[in-house]
């Protein structure tokens, strides 16, 4: 840079004196549709099944088949098509999954369905 430090450039900022805007804003009211209960509950399934199918396909994440457990999909079928979508999603896994699936099945009773974007 420069050989003397009484050269070297500064940045200025100028404000303006606006009287408008009161000391302190009012925060704004937001409705939430989903409680942080569900969203937790959801969040904590999600992270078991992600750790179960590491241990169903007995390798790392990266060599995991293409594999997507929707939740929401499976809350729209009964219990015997729950079932069986899940046999179905994992019938390239050479363990026995009967573990699993019940695991899963009984986590997901109560849980509500999601819409719209907050669903990925």
Known sequence: ?????????RVMFQTTDKTEEPAHRK???LTVKYNRKDLQRRLDIE???DGQLHLLFDCEEEEIPELEID???LLEL???GQRSRLQELLQECGKPKEDFINGLLYRI???RKMSGPLKK
């Open 1 to 9: 840079m420069a050989s003397e430090p009484s050269t070297q450039s």
């Open 27 to 29: 925060l704004g009211k």
């Open 47 to 49: 992270e078991w099944i």
């Open 71 to 73: 939740i929401d999909e």
């Open 78 to 80: 009964s219990d015997e």
């Open 109 to 111: 009773k109560g849980l």
